[in-house]
């Protein structure tokens, strides 16, 4: 197996021809139905994907103005190199419900044979990724499947033999490992996965330092460049801070959201949930700027220093990704995360306020923040409201482990590289205790 | 030893305004009664409220002989409070209902816990509107404030969809665990300068989690109902108010026992565990109370799991009490752990129903016992939000087999698979040296049979029902 393939976020969008929508959602509960009812389905037999799901937006089931365009979100997270990827879904096997997926877009060219139409079509209507997320970087597909099987067939080793309390723990680790043997013949090709890594604390310093060094740099240079980088720093704070005081929160008398059983009966059907959602950004080049400027920031921590399965403390994050959307100026925001929809909110909360608030105190009816960052998402229940308010319809979804937890996944991998390691006895106890 | 007091500066709250169940369980009032109500066409129910008002205890009553409380359904709160009259409304949770498909699946309420299976409450159940809640120091006292009660309701034109009569058992629940131990300590209630030692600190909880009115533990008042009355802000109807969430849960005594002696005779991997040892295990508890988990001696409130417990070697990390309470030990950060843990809390108020199958709670009676009676547990507990919190503890705690890493460990006493429609098996891992062990196929000991999420309101709120509509002359 080789040692790194690094997961990828697709975002694709495209306007539908208004005459092929109720074709399109058609199709798309189909799909929706056999992902649901684990029948055949194109996404089983592409072997790298982790997630996809499609969007239609805004909502075509709710009430909208005639003329409206309706857009198309296809997005999924892969493995390797988009082409191989493109190969994949295009193959004979897999290609006709993405045809008649995507041949109902205004842009899609029927008159070329399907699988140059799909390249062509995707190709020209990626949308950049600004900000991602990944829990576990550098486990493709066959990784976490390979090590899920071991996993399997360890608990299935202990269900048939009994150990002693007495038994020593290198013992009945080598027990395991032969058993391992005898059924995974190629579990020693398994290897850890290097990833770059910054602790959180030093990124932060090295933020600030680098900040402080363009500030002495430009006080060398001359001083009166300092007095005006000084001027500009305070004058954007005092802009946001005025801002921030007249940004208009969503009313409480808007609590309920009416939408709301319709998204909630997709939810809780597995150990996984998924999330889109797409909010209008603040009126004014600013705002963009700030959000730019955040949304950069946060992709370059999540690939580097929050890289270990946990993004600001959440441990619930399959994959996430932002994505600003020019033709709307929106924030389109996806996320597949464990658990249920009230615990990965309360987790934005408790944990990750801060970040979030800097994304999507940029976007409109966002509870009250100050300082950028401060106030708005710790404002739980308004916060959770806003989120509800702004969450969009997924019409399909579908997770290649929807059973698996991110710390499932990371366990099992910890367990198979234990499974080719020397250990003292305090590891052997520890990597014991994994199971 | 003197311990270091934490003293704290808190709300002022208001108790002439607070009906008393929401301060105290009443433990001094050992016999109980709940009347479920329904408003028929004819009802004249504000005449009715008026009537017992000045029966309903208010907090302010430290030890009163009796107690006489009510709430409402959201089916009773529309009849009450025209859509068009509120401002804002009450939680969507309470008005979408406790036998709803959504909140059914958050719960697990499917097959064999199913609406359409329970005894009241559920969607093949009459309609309940309300509850009378009476607490009595003896059955005469109760049955005459019921008969009084039931003579008003008639005169009201108002009907009595069942009585559910609480058995005093004792300390103990029906599977023989002492029970009731842990409650979070309102802050406030002690005063508004209470002191707390530094151990008890991790339970202390700010009334806004509780009582709506008050700040919450974001330091944010939960978001309350309000209703025109021609001034300004219109009547914070909520105030001084609860949400009560009542469930009836069965329990199965003799297949617990049977399936724990089963495990201890037959199991190899459980070789010398007796049955109480796996009994506590699941549950996370001896059956006197005493915690698994590290504790000074006699100290069956003030343990944590983070420093001593981590792995679960002692209590294990499915068990009963740990996932329904985590304390320090979710994920790796103890004090967080206790600051999110504190936003996920109950106040329970729960009384239990029917005989022990023993007397004196013996494990090997209980298991050999032929009785059939019905018991278990009236569940009623109170939050200021329930998805946040009732929701929250069954759902992401008791419910989820990943919870805190775990693979497929539901909650062996309480817990539901959520995502399933029909009742499945699931595991048990006692964490343990030299390789955990794991139970399997572990069968329902506990069935839902009835409940609704009720609104208890404050005093004045409940005048306010009682007057004319939209006058507030009536409250202020």
Known sequence: MKTFTDQNGLIVIADIDANKLSILCDELHVLHTAIINKADHPFRKIKGIHFARFVIFPDPLATQPPGQLFRLVYSCTYDGLLDTYLQAITAGETISPFERIFSCCKDYDPAVPPAAAITTFIKGHTQRVDAYYSGYRGLSNDIISKEAEIYTLIQQFLRERTFAATDDPKFIKQEIVRYIHEHVPDYSHIKAVPLPYIKPLYAGLLIGLLLVGILVLAGIIHLYLLGALVALIAGIVFYLRRLEQTAPELPDTEQEVAAVPSLTKDEDFYAQNQLSHLVAINPGGFRLGVLRTVLWLINLLAKYSFNKGALGGICTIHFAGWSILEKERSLLFFSNFDGSWENYLSDFVDRAAVGLTGVWSNTINFPRTSWLAFKGAADEERFKNWTRKYQIHTQVWYSAFEELTVKNILRNHHIALGLNQEMNDTQTKQWLNLL | ?476
């Not at chain 2, 008005?95 to 816990?113: A, V, Y």
């Not at chain 2, 029906?174 to 600190?201: C, K, Q, W």
């Not at chain 2, 209590?315 to 967080?336: E, T």
């Not at chain 2, 992401?396 to 429609?421: H, M, S, Y």
Request: charged share 25%; proline share 6%.
């Open chain 2, 1 to 476: 030893m003197a311990k270091p007091f934490i003293v704290m500066q808190l709300p002022k709250l208001e108790f002439g305004d607070i009906q008393g169940l929401l301060i105290r369980s009443y433990s001094f009032l050992p016999d109980a009664c709940y009347v479920m109500l329904q408003f028929n066409e004819h009802a004249q129910i504000r005449a009715f409220l008026a009537d017992i008002l000045p029966g309903i205890t208010a907090a302010s009553h430290k030890r009163p002989d009796l107690a006489f409380h009510i709430a409402f359904t959201n089916t009773g709160i529309s009849r009450l409070i025209p859509e068009e009259q509120l401002i804002t409304g009450f939680a969507p949770e309470f008005t979408e209902g406790l036998n709803t498909k959504t909140r059914s699946r958050i719960l697990g309420d499917f097959d064999t816990n199913a609406p359409e299976k329970w005894y009241w409450g559920g969607t093949q159940n009459p309609r309940v509107d309300a509850v009378l809640m009476i607490f009595a120091k003896d059955s005469a006292a109760l049955e005459e404030k019921y008969q009084d009660t039931a003579e008003r309701l008639k005169r009201y034109n108002i009907s009595e969809v069942t009585r559910l009569n609480t058995m005093n058992i004792g300390s103990k629940e029906h599977f023989g665990f002492e029970d009731g131990i842990m409650n979070p300590l309102v802050a406030g209630v002690g005063g508004s300068n209470a002191r707390y030692t530094a151990e008890e600190e991790q339970n202390v909880v700010m009334p806004g989690e509780f009582i709506l009115g008050y700040p919450n533990e974001y330091a944010k008042f939960p978001l309350s109902p309000r209703v025109k009355t021609g001034m300004d802000d219109g009547f914070d109807i909520g105030k001084n108010g609860s949400y009560m969430v009542f469930r009836q849960l069965e329990q199965d005594v003799k297949v617990f026992w049977e399936f724990i002696y089963g495990l201890s005779e037959n199991d190899p991997h459980l070789q010398g565990m007796g049955p109480e040892l796996i009994a506590a295990k699941m549950m996370g508890r001896q059956l006197n109370g005493e915690s698994l988990a590290p504790a000074a001696a006699g100290n069956l409130k003030n343990f944590l799991f983070a420093a001593d417990d981590k792995d679960g070697f002692h209590c294990p990390i499915g068990a009963h009490i740990r996932k329904s309470n985590p304390r320090d030990g979710i994920d790796d950060d103890p004090a967080l752990s206790v600051k999110m843990v504190k936003k996920h809390k109950i106040l329970r108020r729960g009384r239990a129903f029917g005989a022990p199958l023993s007397p004196d709670f013996d494990p090997a009676t209980m298991r050999a016992s032929g009785n059939n009676d019905k018991r278990g547990l009236y569940f009623i507990c109170f939050n200021a939000q329930i998805n946040r919190q009732f929701e929250f503890i069954q759902n992401a705690w008791c419910n989820n087999n990943k919870f805190d890493g775990l693979n497929d460990d539901i909650d062996p006493i309480v817990g539901f698979p959520f995502r399933e429609t029909a009742f499945r098996n699931s595991a048990f891992t006692i964490q343990g040296c030299p390789v955990r062990k794991k139970i399997s196929n572990i069968p329902q000991f506990v069935f839902v049979r009835g409940g609704a999420y009720f609104f208890m309101p404050g005093m004045k709120a409940l005048k306010y029902l009682a007057g004319t509509p939209g006058s507030l002359d009536t409250v202020l």
